[in-house]
């Protein structure tokens, strides 16, 4: 009976042993597979004409990895997804209703990207903070920008929100206003004729001291992220982290009815592949940062671009973007 026993025992540990090599063998090979990933995304980031920093999260998996992570990258527009997310928690915790309305007025016009700027016209134009949430982050409107980072709290309240959620090496500072003033070396104002005048600064300041702002723009660190950084938030949102779980789907529904940058993450994976995304341009920088949800129930995936110091044109720019996309979608739907 004890040798009976001894056997079976030793077929036990047999068994266990081999369960062991087995998912070691799998865990070594998945990680080897990982490298090359990493070897193909760090040979298109060299397309980008610039720095390029990547970020990869398989949702379902925790697969995860990073290309030149040790910078930090201004994130132009994608800066509107922490302010969205602590929006939001402002809503949650009953300090403001989607469905209140604000008076937009002529001094909330911005300069920059946006359609509110054609509703001025008739001053006294009333929108919920519904609305302004969603030109936000739809059209990448920069008055809505504004408006929204105001109710969530300003800049303050933002970076307060990333630190207690352990989101480090991302920092939200200034207003779009501020942020487009010293990128050019202006100081700008909102209202009904900031467009105009805009352009009228603008087009009279010598090209050194807008190549000079644009240099000191490049190396400021406020408002900037790791991919690492920005990869983590979009996690924490997918997964109801950061956000319960109705603010969160809400969240992505708007991201995935993105109306700009068609030809970065989106360029060139198939047709209808859902992408939640939000784009960011300035001056030497192009981004998008996103959730892609693969075919075949293979699960969802964060990528996440930034592109800086780029001597390339934006459309070429975008289309390194779209290669990096592209290549995360195949690795792990045929890995």
């Given at each position: 009976m004890k040798k009976l026993f001894r056997v079976k025992f030793n077929l036990l540990q047999i068994c266990c042993l081999m369960l062991i090599f087995v998912l070691q063998s799998t865990h070594l090979n998945a990680q080897a597979s990982l490298k090359g990933l990493e070897t193909e995304l760090s040979r298109l980031a060299d397309l980008s004409g610039g720095k390029m920093g990547i970020g990869v999260i398989h949702l379902e998996?925790?697969?995860?990895?990073?290309?030149?992570?040790?910078?930090?990258?201004?994130?132009?527009?994608?800066?509107?997804?922490?302010?969205?997310?602590?929006?939001?928690k402002r809503v949650e915790k009953g300090e403001l209703n989607l469905n209140d309305i604000t008076d937009v007025q002529p001094k909330d016009q911005h300069p920059g990207s946006g359609i509110l700027s054609n509703l001025f016209v008739a001053p006294g134009v009333q929108l919920s903070l519904r609305n302004q949430l969603e030109l936000m982050m739809i059209l990448s409107d920069n008055s809505a920008t504004d408006i929204c980072l105001n109710a969530a709290g300003g800049p303050e309240k933002v970076k307060s929100m990333l630190k207690k959620n352990k989101?480090?090496?991302?920092?939200?500072?200034?207003?779009?206003?501020?942020?487009?003033?010293?990128?050019?070396?202006l100081k700008l104002e909102g209202g009904a004729t900031s467009n105009k005048e805009f352009m009228?600064?603008?087009?009279?300041?010598p090209k050194e001291v807008v190549m000079e702002a644009s240099e000191k723009f490049g190396k400021d660190l406020r408002d900037t992220a790791?991919?690492?950084?920005?990869?983590?938030?979009?996690?924490?949102?997918?997964?109801?982290k950061i956000l319960k779980k109705e603010s969160s789907e809400l969240l992505v529904d708007i991201m995935s009815r993105c109306q700009t940058g068609e030809g970065r993450l989106k360029g060139l994976l198939p047709q209808g592949t859902y992408v939640a995304h939000k784009t960011g341009t300035i001056g030497a920088t192009t981004n998008d940062v996103g959730i892609i949800r693969l075919p075949q129930n293979k699960g969802n995936v964060v990528v996440v671009a930034f592109v800086k110091d780029s001597d390339l044109s934006v459309p070429e720019r975008e289309r390194a973007i779209a290669h990096v996309a592209r290549s995360v979608h195949d690795y792990f739907l045929f890995q």
């Open positions: 998996t925790d697969q995860r990895l990073y290309v030149n992570n040790n910078e930090r990258y201004p994130l132009a527009s994608t800066y509107k997804v922490p302010i969205a997310v602590q929006l939001l989101i480090r090496n991302m920092s939200i500072d200034r207003s779009t206003i501020s942020l487009i003033g010293d990128w050019l070396g009228e600064q603008y087009n009279n300041l790791t991919p690492q950084a920005m990869a983590e938030l979009l996690q924490m949102i997918w997964s109801n």
